[in-house]
């Protein structure tokens, strides 16, 4: 960034992040609040229908996966051993008991890890969020 996009950029003012990771994290616009991100499951909305924010501009890709996975992973793996110390059960019958907590952990926290991160490309100006013909 040069001296000048700097400048435009604290001009415009800084905007909180954690305000908008709630925000995010409820699947609602980082900027107002009130408008939903998401047309559907995980389709991000070209922009907010409340207060017209672009949100086209997001990249998340496979990163809401990513964390997804790693956090309900890490959730899951003490119980999946405290269960199979204290009970023995049979393979089969343990993963059938740890497979649909797993899987609907991660359906629940997927849209919202989503949204966190939109929200964190907002707070932050990434990826075209940010500067003065945009908002």
Avoid at 36 to 41: A, E, K, T, V, W
Avoid at 52 to 77: C, E, F, K, S, V
């Amino acid at each position: 960034m040069t001296e000048t996009q700097n400048i435009s950029v604290a001009q415009e003012g800084e905007r909180e992040l954690k305000p908008a990771l709630r925000r995010g994290w409820k699947q609602r616009c980082p900027k107002c609040g009130s408008g939903p991100i998401f047309d559907g499951y995980l389709k991000v909305r070209h922009d907010c229908p409340v207060c017209n924010q672009a949100l086209y501009h997001q990249r998340a890709d496979d990163g809401p996966a990513w964390a997804t996975m790693l956090i309900a992973g890490h959730l899951m793996a003490p119980l999946m051993i405290i269960m199979f110390e204290t009970f023995r059960p049979d393979p089969l019958v343990m993963i059938a008991i740890i497979v649909i907590p797993f899987v609907l952990l991660c359906l629940w926290l997927l849209p919202r890890i989503k949204g966190g991160f939109i929200a964190f490309q907002w707070a932050k100006r990434m990826h075209g969020f940010g500067g003065a013909g945009e908002e």
